[in-house]
């Protein structure tokens, strides 16, 4: 199996051997980040104990929420006491959805932040993360 990751600065190619039924798990390891500005962030991060925190910060709207700078959100992560945290790719199309009924009737799901990019409202996006329960 080949691999290449990395951003316009560091490129990792990765070369695994195919080993039936078995579990890889790959991390690409970027830059610093120097941005600072305040924007929307999303990041998912583990404890040692396996709870798993998503979060969505708002941003880009005076009223409602400025935003987070990635060592803020570093630390919101810190504090939660995630043991490895990642931040996803936020902007202003960061949404958080939950179903609020366990039926399929219109109006099952509810926004539960403020996406910026369509004033409040979601927007198609190209990928999403899906959490599935069984109960």
């Known amino acids: ?5 990395g951003n316009d ?14 579990l ?6 970027a830059p610093p980040q120097t941005v600072e500005t ?7 991060g583990v404890t040692d104990n396996n ?8 941003g880009r709207n005076f009223w409602h929420s400025n935003g987070m700078r ?3 959100m570093g630390a919101v992560m ?5 043991r490895d945290a990642i931040n996803l790719d936020g902007g202003g199309s960061s949404t958080f959805i939950v179903r609020t009924t366990p039926g399929f009737e ?22 999403g993360l899906l959490v599935v329960t069984d109960n």
Do not use: S
């Open 51 to 58: 709870v798993v925190y998503m979060l969505v910060v708002d």
């Open 106 to 127: 219109e109006g099952r799901f509810g926004i539960r932040n403020w996406p910026y990019d369509n004033g409040g409202v979601e927007r198609e996006v190209a990928n």
């Open 9 to 22: 600065k560091v490129f990792r190619h990765i070369v695994l051997q195919h080993q039936p039924h078995a």
């Open 70 to 72: 990635y060592a803020e």
């Open 78 to 82: 810190k504090a939660l006491g995630a």
């Open 24 to 29: 890889y798990v790959i991390l690409c390891i």
């Open 38 to 44: 305040l924007e929307p962030r999303t990041a998912i």
């Open 1 to 5: 199996m080949h691999l290449t990751c």
